[in-house]
């Protein structure tokens, strides 16, 4: 196993009684992304922000390049590039000065941020708007623009906090295959999300938390064969939840009910199929299990508290 | 400090500014010149002279020397109240700049700096303009600008701990309503504050504005100060006891 970049030990965080973040470790190798992954208020946010040394955590530390936080933090940030969940771009500069003010921070020459500020607008599909002001951008071209920000100092690692929140479709899988793209050339990046179907796509290994703590943590295939059936048959429509009493539940090892679909979860879905013909009025969608429902599992159905 | 991280931060609102100067020119020139025309010869043409010590001074010339430190002081007032409050909290740009490596207390003082820069910026402007109406004549007064960017500088610093405090810009108001504006009126900038009651001059003597007055205004009468190294010390401790705690309370409410 490769030395971790950047590694993350024993992290602990109290704001007043309440625990947001309890004993909390992992660790980046090079080249891969790491999902954090967590319902809202799971600790996610703060745990990025005692990355970036502006949360001091009340145990714990945090190493990255053989370096310390608190007392590197400039070294470190230095090969760190950050994209927040809320865009702080600077309304009052076109695109391509945002990137030459940003870069400025990092202390990079004139010549460098010539050289670097063409190919990232053209990086981020925004080369025709570099003369444009955020306020004239979509959400998803902001967003492209605060990761190209974040990149102007050529990072190693890449913090990314719910870089597609409020996004559209076309616009995540934008997002995505830059993202994807900034693997192939090595960066390392640790993403927090919600969205399971992001996790699964881009993320080498996830760490589960709730509640501050870790809950599971391994690559997405090997977390959902750990903890989930193979198979799910999501039945909905007329009648569904009426069901759950029925006989037919014992065709499956798990059954779940949110609003109005059933979720039945099997080691073989054949027989339950079967059954369930003698319900025509049903709508029947039978999938291989994701990370979805590993989630779910792990974390309850309950809404919770904007965190 | 020890460091050069403050100056892109510096830098990234002088260009901001370079792109909005017009109307800040507005703002930050016309209206005391404005006041000063409209007061000083208006007014000044009822009032007559005025006494300072053995010496008496025409009552414009006693008003532009007052004022002049009000400028300074508004001018640096409103970039550390309303403009930094700006890119702290609605903006969130001062939340971008801490990801990249540069220190919160390289962000405070960027924004000190600069807010005391548009002080100087905005008093340079109105002695020129005094200097063509025949109003700053005395080569005294190149000492004046050192010693306005002084007075950007300390009202900087004390803005700077309310900008910390602030849960939004109605806060701004009880600064100004409650502390910039009596203590205008108490510091000799529009008449002499020895007509005042001697309680409200030794509450004159306990603030900054009034030890501004005192050294400015000798400069445009092409007399040196009195007392200059009180005046000067007033100023300076203002600054550093303010700096210090905007400082803190900055660190507090960043919670680091």
Partial sequence: MDTPLFAAHALRKRFQDHTVVDDLSFAIRPGECLGLIGPNGAGKTTTLRMCLGLVRPDEGRIEAFGLHLPEDTLAIKQRLGVVSQFDTLDPDFTCAENLRVYGRYFGLSRQTLDARIGPLLAFAALDHKADAKPGELSGGMKRRLSLARALINDPDVLLLDEPTTGLDPQARHLMWERLKLLLQQGKSILLTTHFMDEAERLCNRLVLIDHGRKIAEGTPRALIEAHVEPDVVEVYGEGATELQNDPICQLAHRVEASGETLFFYTHSAAPLLQALQAHPGLRVLHRPANLEDLFLKLTGRQIRQEG | ?256
């Fill in chain 2, 1 to 256: 400090m020890g460091s050069l991280r403050f100056w892109p931060v510096f830098l990234r609102n002088l260009l901001v500014w370079r792109k909005l100067a017009v109307p800040s020119l507005i703002g930050n020139i016309a209206e005391p010149l404005m006041w000063l025309v409209a007061f000083g010869y208006g007014l000044g043409s009822l009032v007559g002279d005025i006494a300072l010590g053995e010496r008496t001074v025409p009552y414009i010339l006693f008003l532009a020397s007052g004022s002049i430190c009000m400028s300074a002081m508004n001018a640096a007032t409103f970039e550390a109240l309303y403009s930094a409050f700006s890119r702290m909290h609605a903006q969130k740009t001062w939340d971008g700049i801490l990801n990249a490596p540069v220190r919160l207390e390289d962000i405070l003082l960027a924004e000190m700096l600069w807010a005391a820069f548009k002080a100087l910026f905005s008093v340079t402007a109105i002695l020129a303009v005094m200097a063509a109406l025949g109003l700053a004549q005395s080569w005294k007064l190149l000492l004046a600008w050192p010693l306005l960017l002084l007075v950007g500088i300390t009202f900087s610093c004390i803005a700077l701990i309310f900008n910390a405090l602030a849960k939004g810009y109605d806060f701004f108001t009880y600064y100004f309503t409650l502390g910039l504006t009596p203590m205008m009126f108490i510091s000799g900038v529009f008449f002499p504050s020895d007509q005042l009651p001697p309680w409200v001059q030794g509450l004159a003597q306990a603030l900054p504005l009034a030890h501004a007055v005192a050294l400015v205004r000798p400069l445009f009468l092409d007399h040196w100060p009195s007392q200059a190294g009180f005046h000067l010390a007033m100023l300076l401790l203002y600054a550093s006891l303010a700096w210090l705690l905007a400082l803190k309370l900055t660190r507090r409410r960043f919670g680091v």
